[in-house]
C-alpha cells in the first residue's frame, strides 16, 4: 500500500530547531519485507530503504548515506535498528504487520470518544495514554486506516506534540521492487551508522575525561 501524510513536530523534538519541523512523508510498503519512505520538509530531504536484506538512510540535503545488513520482514527490521542502532522510523507502528496491536503493547489506558469527522471522513475517536506520551487517534469507520495523530509528550519540558494527518490511502498500487533499493549516486558520500553500544561508549569516555583533557566537554 501507499499513503502520504504530513507531518508537524514541535521544535523541543527537534535536536537543533527552535521552530517547528512541517514534512510530508510518502510511504510506499510492500508486505512481507520492504518499504519506502521519503520526507520533504522545509530544511531537508531524507529518505528510508529497506529491501529485505539491507536498511539505508539517505540524507539528500548533506549528500550523505550509511547502509546496514537487516534482514526478514519489516516487523523485524524495525525491532532489529531499534535494539541494535536505538532507533525506529517515524511511525514506524503505522507500517507494522498488526498496528493496534504494537500500540496497545505500550498503553496503560484508552478511551473511545465517538465518532468525528476528519478531513470529511467520518472516524473513530480514540484517546491513548503511555509512559512517553499521550495520544489522540482517528481511525476512518468504513476501512479502519488511521487519519490523524495527536502524541504530547508529557516528560519534556512545555510538552511538545507531534501531529500528523493521513490522506491518499491506496491499499493496491503497482510498486516496482527496485524503489526500495537504494542506489547511491557519484556524489553521495558513505557514513557509517553509529551503534547504541558505541554511542553509550564514546560518551562514558567524554564523561570520565578530565576537562583540561577537553575544553569543550562543558559546551557539548
Not at 501524510?5 to 508486505?31: C, M, P, Q, T, Y
Not at 539528500?60 to 548515506?65: C, D
Not at 490522506?167 to 547504541?196: C, G, H, Q, R, Y
Request: glycine residues 4%.
Amino acid at each position: 500500500y501507499t499513503t502520504l501524510f504530513r507531518s508537524k513536530l514541535d521544535a523541543a523534538l527537534v535536536e537543533g530547531r527552535n521552530v517547528a519541523e512541517n514534512a510530508v512523508i510518502e510511504i510506499s510498503v510492500s508486505r512481507p519485507g520492504k518499504f519506502h519512505a521519503k520526507s520533504d520538509s522545509t530544511d531537508n530531504a531524507r529518505q528510508i530503504f529497506f529491501d529485505g536484506q539491507s536498511l539505508s538512510i539517505y540524507d539528500q540535503t548533506m549528500k550523505l548515506y550509511a547502509t546496514v545488513p537487516v534482514n526478514g520482514t519489516i516487523d523485524e527490521a524495525v525491532a532489529k535498528i531499534d535494539e541494535i542502532y536505538g532507533f525506529t522510523p517515524p511511525l514506524a507502528e503505522f507500517i507494522l504487520r498488526d498496528p493496534y496491536g504494537a500500540l496497545s503493547k505500550q498503553l496503560k489506558t484508552k478511551a473511545y470518544k465517538g465518532i468525528e469527522n476528519i478531513g470529511g471522513v467520518e472516524c473513530h475517536h480514540v484517546s491513548l495514554s503511555a509512559d512517553e506520551a499521550d495520544s489522540e487517534l482517528w481511525i476512518g469507520t468504513a476501512d479502519l486506516l488511521p487519519r490523524k495523530l495527536v502524541a504530547t509528550f508529557k516528560n519534556r519540558e512545555g510538552n511538545p506534540q507531534l501531529q500528523a494527518v493521513f490522506s491518499s490511502w491506496n491499499l493496491a498500487p503497482t510498486l516496482d521492487d527496485k524503489m526500495f533499493a537504494f542506489v547511491a549516486a557519484n556524489d553521495v558520500e558513505k557514513i557509517e551508522m553509529i551503534t547504541e553500544a558505541q554511542m553509550k561508549e564514546a560518551a562514558a569516555k567524554e564523561s570520565d575525561a578530565p576537562d583540561s583533557a577537553n575544553p569543550q566537554k562543558s559546551a557539548k
